[in-house]
Protein backbone atom coordinates (compact mmCIF):
# COMPACT_ATOMS: atom_id res chain seq x y z
CA UNK A 1 0.00 0.00 0.00
CA UNK A 2 1.28 3.46 -1.27
CA UNK A 3 3.86 1.68 -3.30
CA UNK A 4 2.53 3.50 -6.79
CA UNK A 5 1.41 6.50 -4.94
CA UNK A 6 5.13 7.49 -3.62
CA UNK A 7 5.71 7.25 -7.81
CA UNK A 8 2.93 9.43 -8.85
CA UNK A 9 2.87 12.23 -5.81
CA UNK A 10 5.71 12.67 -3.57
CA UNK A 11 4.06 14.74 -1.20
CA UNK A 12 1.35 11.72 -0.41
CA UNK A 13 4.90 9.35 0.04
CA UNK A 14 6.18 12.14 2.51
CA UNK A 15 2.95 12.22 4.37
CA UNK A 16 3.09 8.01 4.67
CA UNK A 17 6.46 8.07 5.97
CA UNK A 18 5.62 10.60 8.42
CA UNK A 19 2.45 8.98 9.30
CA UNK A 20 4.51 5.15 9.60
CA UNK A 21 7.22 6.48 11.68
CA UNK A 22 4.75 8.03 14.22
CA UNK A 23 3.21 4.39 14.50
CA UNK A 24 5.21 2.28 16.81
CA UNK A 25 2.42 -0.77 17.42
CA UNK A 26 1.94 -3.44 14.79
CA UNK A 27 -1.59 -3.18 15.37
CA UNK A 28 -1.94 0.39 14.41
CA UNK A 29 -0.54 -0.45 11.36
CA UNK A 30 -3.88 -3.29 10.98
CA UNK A 31 -1.31 -6.22 11.02
CA UNK A 32 -2.79 -7.74 14.25
Known amino acids: ???LVM?????????RMRFHRAIRSPSEYGLT
Open 1 to 3: DGG
Open 7 to 15: KRDPTEYIR
